[in-house]
């Protein structure tokens, strides 16, 4: 298996603009997960899905963020409007079975908003 | 407050030395803690995973203590190589039915030839 793929590898954009990550997890994995890494706060989970239900978003930080996850091979992190604050490196992780088993990271998207 | 601390911020080593990481937290109802390794630009990958039952466990090079009465744990590093040169992240799920992941700050560890 190719691992959990995310796209786009490097991003960057102006405030205001939209922002779309994708994230394809390990097929078969019914969990998948959105974190964002700064050097500040460390990681922080945004959402996690079950069986592309969203479960606990509480972690996405305002109304500017939304994911989704139309099938279980496919997930969209959108951000808009951004700002110069959301620059982060976001990751994409997949489980396989309950919550508390293993997660396998993508390799991240690093977000700079100018 | 549900908090995992990490010490030290920075490690430098030597190759060939070994080295302990601590992990505490105050996360309660606690489910089980891991460690990741995190190579620069890349995601983090799992190490171990222990429950509270759990004392000691190994992976390689690596291994992770853990005392769930004084909520501490540590990571041994044996024998360092240049390629243990990494951030390493102590995570804790929180129990309970909230599936939480409380994450520690992180321990950066340098490897020198």
């Known amino acids: 298996d190719a691992g959990v793929i995310q796209s786009p590898r490097h991003e960057v954009t102006e405030m205001g603009q939209e922002v779309t990550l994708r994230c394809k997890p390990i097929?078969?994995?019914?969990?998948l997960f959105w974190y964002r890494q700064t050097m500040m706060r460390g990681l922080e989970l945004l959402i996690y899905?079950?069986?592309?239900?969203?479960?606990?978003d509480s972690g996405m930080p305002e109304d500017r963020f939304s994911a989704k996850m139309p099938n279980a091979s496919f997930s969209t992190l959108k951000i808009q409007p951004s700002e110069p604050r959301d620059s982060a490196v976001y990751f994409c992780?997949?489980?396989?079975?309950?919550?508390?088993?293993?997660?396998?990271f993508g390799p991240g998207t690093r977000l700079t908003v100018l | 407050k549900n908090q995992v601390e990490q010490s030290p911020q920075s490690l430098i080593i030597l190759e060939g030395k070994n080295c302990t990481l601590q992990?505490?937290?105050?996360?309660?109802?606690?489910?089980?803690l891991r460690w990741y390794k995190q190579d620069t630009g890349r995601g983090p990958v799992s190490l171990t995973i222990?429950?509270?039952?759990?004392n000691t466990k190994s992976n390689g090079r690596y291994t992770a203590t853990l005392d769930a009465d004084t909520k501490q744990s540590s990571l041994h590093i044996t024998a360092s190589q240049l390629s243990d040169s990494a951030s390493y992240i102590c995570?804790?799920?929180?129990?309970?039915?909230?599936?939480?992941?409380?994450f520690g700050a992180g321990t950066r560890l340098a490897v020198h030839p």
């Open positions: 992780a997949s489980s396989l079975g309950q919550y508390n088993n293993e997660q396998f």
């Open positions: 097929s078969g994995h019914d969990y």
């Open positions: 899905f079950n069986n592309n239900v969203p479960i606990d």
């Open positions: 992990c505490n937290y105050t996360v309660s109802p606690f489910s089980n």
């Open positions: 222990m429950t509270f039952s759990e």
């Open positions: 995570v804790v799920l929180l129990s309970g039915g909230y599936n939480k992941l409380i």
